[in-house]
């Protein structure tokens, strides 16, 4: 497969594994609502943010979201959008990697870009997602005319999609054969009518016609799909159209008129009958299109966030919540996780709570706070922008807002002096149980979750820092924690129990941070 190379590629490809590992500290004056629902905002580099999530969310994530900067040469309030193509390609490769790593394994990434790095993704998306997980470049409608300054305007985004993985037996990715449909339109519905017929309208209802011919160009003409059938009404032998063949063999068109499938016309003297589809056989959903103009423009978006915020909207291209919606109604169900690490002014964390979908929210600007904490808070609060209407929001929910701590690890890769027992506890305890830590952590008992007692030994949570009064799991120091009845893991710098005196105290030990590094 052919690769992109740039100036800087060779290091660039590697960023993600030089990446430090970092905790993620919660900031409980900015978080909001219920505490429990998972959702999360983060405000910090992505980069360093989507390493330190990595450990809890590998493989658990439905539907990745990501509006990265255009590179369109011009300065935005919020964040530089002036990249020359090497650092945007170095922005973007090792964020792709791990973002990959996070997808599960019916999952997918949307991407939206415009003409000036769109072309330069598919390569580098290919090469990191693997071509043949590539679904589609969809083509989003984002103004409603071109602007003035060119002969020929652009007016619509791509919005890429790729697939984590495919089944060898397939012809569709995992994640397409998971997608739900799309919504039916009125315009689809109104497809469906009743239609005169000779002996008067079929009293299965509604139906649409469907060509029983198939185009003989292209390799797709079959020899023995070409046969006469007789037209029930004028008793007239009728074939094919010339250049065309039967889409269905003997027994099938037999089987279709035996049953008055086959519409001949208002008077029955039709040459070619259609097939008939009847309304109440039709899917719940419908196919989407590959160009959606009907889910917003930009310059809605920038009216929905005016409303919200009274004031002009200070995005240049905001995306529509209608857009969000379409894309989650068909990647995800409620109760799935969706993550976007360029969160913006925070559209899809607002349309997924409003979805009843998880969220995972990424945003390294200052309005992570002056805009996304504000708009979820609003959107808890029930407000009625957006798709609130279509979607009968009413209220609720809650997210947590962290932000990113000091590396976990040194450069040589011992536990960091900086590093309190506090935020280590709640990096291991999330680690382990995949739920936030709610404790004090004020013991080295660090609380039960699903009947396992989970302990840390560290910084001389003990009350002494010598590695034999406490961050070492002796007997004395077994015999001082507090009790818990059930399997135990205990996180320490090292152990002088036999392996024989762990299995009957039923504790599984794990060294930091050989043990937790690698988790």
Same mark, same amino acid.
């Given at each position: @497969? ?11 490809? #590697? ?14 004056? #900015? ?6 629902? *998972?959702?999360?905002?983060? !405000? ?47 922005? @973007? ?27 330069? =993704? ?5 090469? %990191? ?17 071109? /602007? ?7 007016? #619509?985004?791509? %919005? ?21 449909? =799309? ?5 689809? &519905? ?45 008793? !007239? ?28 016309? %208002? ?31 930009? !310059?809605?978006?920038?009216? +929905?966030? +005016? ?47 409003? @979805? ?7 945003? =390294?600007?200052?309005?992570? =706070? ?6 979820? !808070? ?10 609130? &209407? ?15 701590? %000091? /590396?976990?690890? &040194? ?27 709610? *404790? ?6 660090? *609380? ?35 009790? #818990? ?6 996180? *320490? ?27």
């Amino acid at each position: @497969m052919p690769l992109l190379h740039w100036l800087t590629r060779e290091q660039d490809i #590697h960023a993600a594994t030089r990446t430090p590992y970092r905790l993620l500290e919660q900031v409980s004056a #900015h978080s909001h609502g219920d505490p429990n629902t *998972g959702n999360m905002l983060i !405000q910090g580099d992505n980069l360093d943010a989507l390493k330190a999530l990595l450990p809890y969310y590998a493989g658990k994530v439905k539907c990745i979201f990501i509006d990265p900067p255009y590179n369109t040469r011009s300065a935005f309030e919020h964040y530089d959008d002036n990249l020359e193509h090497a650092q945007w390609l170095a922005l @973007m490769y090792p964020r792709l990697e791990l973002l990959r790593d996070f997808l599960a394994l019916d999952g997918s990434i949307w991407v939206t870009l415009d003409d000036n790095q769109a072309h330069y =993704m598919k390569v580098i998306g290919d090469e %990191v997602f693997g071509r043949a997980n590539f679904i589609i470049d969809l083509s989003w409608q984002k103004r409603d005319g071109p /602007p003035n300054d060119r002969k020929i305007g652009l007016i #619509h985004d791509h %919005v890429l999609i790729w697939a984590r993985s495919r089944n060898s037996t397939s012809k569709k990715t995992v994640a397409e054969e998971r997608f739900n449909l =799309m919504e039916r339109t009125e315009k689809a &519905d109104a497809q469906y009518r009743v239609f005169s017929e000779p002996d008067g309208p079929d009293p299965r209802g509604p139906f649409r016609k469907i060509d029983t011919t198939a185009n003989g160009k292209g390799g797709r003409m079959v020899a023995s799909l070409v046969y006469p059938i007789i037209n029930p009404y004028t008793k !007239q032998e009728v074939l094919p159209r010339a250049g065309t063949c039967w889409r269905h063999n003997k027994d099938e068109m037999a089987r279709l008129q035996a049953d008055k499938r086959l519409y001949w016309g %208002v008077n029955g003297t039709a040459t070619t009958p259609m097939r008939k589809l009847f309304k109440v056989e039709a899917k719940s959903g419908m196919s989407a299109p590959s160009i959606w103009s009907d889910v917003g423009l930009n !310059q809605h978006a920038a009216r +929905e966030l +005016e409303l919200l915020f009274g004031e002009k909207a200070s995005f240049e291209t905001p995306k529509p919540e209608g857009l969000m919606k379409r894309i989650l109604e068909i990647a995800t169900n409620p109760g799935d996780l969706v993550l976007d690490s360029f969160l913006g002014s925070g559209t899809t964390a607002a349309v997924a709570q409003k @979805m009843g979908r998880r969220y995972i929210g990424i945003e =390294m600007g200052g309005h992570a =706070m002056t805009h996304c904490v504000p708009r979820l !808070q609003k959107v808890i609060a029930g407000e009625q922008g957006g798709i609130s &209407d279509v979607v009968g929001w009413q209220g609720g929910g809650g997210f947590r807002f962290y932000r990113l701590g %000091v /590396p976990v690890f &040194d450069e040589n890769g011992h536990v960091s002096p900086g590093i309190r027992f506090a935020p280590l506890a709640a990096h291991l305890w999330f680690v382990s149980t995949g739920i936030p830590y709610t *404790g004090r952590a004020t013991s080295p008992f660090l *609380g039960a979750h699903e009947g396992v007692g989970y302990f840390l030994l560290y910084n001389g949570i003990l009350g002494d820092k010598r590695p034999e009064g406490g961050n070492v799991l002796t007997g004395k120091v077994l015999a001082s924690l507090p009790p #818990h009845d059930g399997a135990k893991v205990i996180f *320490g710098e090292g152990c002088r129990l036999s392996a024989e005196r762990l299995q009957t105290e039923g504790i599984t030990f794990r060294q930091i941070p050989y043990e937790i590094k690698a988790r």
